[in-house]
């Protein structure tokens, strides 16, 4: 059984979460961060900020890549 099946509410569920256009890629952060930071796993994932900053520059790195390839940019 997964530890995610155990938690409250669908990954997403919790109200930080529901507008995060990253949801579908982290899950709604890791439930062991969040219980070792405040006790128990109804908040926000402490590092949240940090990966929301990350995947955003990881997008970016990826659609700039696209964008000059080997060749060059493209136009």
Known sequence: MALR???PGPPG???ECRSCDWVAL???GSPGHTHAEY???N???LFCES???WFERYV???LS???TGPAGPRG
Do not use: I, T
């Open 39 to 41: 006790g128990d796993v």
């Open 13 to 15: 569920g919790y109200p």
């Open 5 to 7: 099946s155990l938690l």
């Open 43 to 45: 908040h926000r994932d």
């Open 60 to 62: 970016e790195r990826q």
């Open 51 to 53: 990966r929301q900053y």
């Open 65 to 67: 890549a696209v964008d």
């Open 26 to 28: 982290c899950g709604s």
